[in-house]
């Protein structure tokens, strides 16, 4: 009886931020109304970072070498 009562005690703290944290992501009450009215702006940065990588992988289509090549002692 008094393991399972010790093993409420430590879970409760866990669950009690497991629902709190449900609770929040369900109602959007972390970020709020502003974000997404307004939209994401790094939105153009990332999209213009994932462009650039793109495009130099299709124009070497293969990953840079390390700069350690080879067995060193």
């Known amino acids: ?15 009690l931020a497991a629902l709190l944290s449900w609770a929040s992501h369900r109602h959007d009450a972390i970020r709020g109304h502003l974000i997404n009215q307004f939209g994401d702006p790094d939105w153009y940065r990332v999209q213009h970072d994932a462009d650039a990588a793109r495009t130099r992988f299709e124009q070497t289509p293969s990953w840079p070498a390390s700069g350690a090549q080879g067995e060193r002692r």
């Open 1 to 15: 009886m008094t393991v399972i009562l010790a093993f409420l005690i430590l879970s409760a703290p866990f669950a």
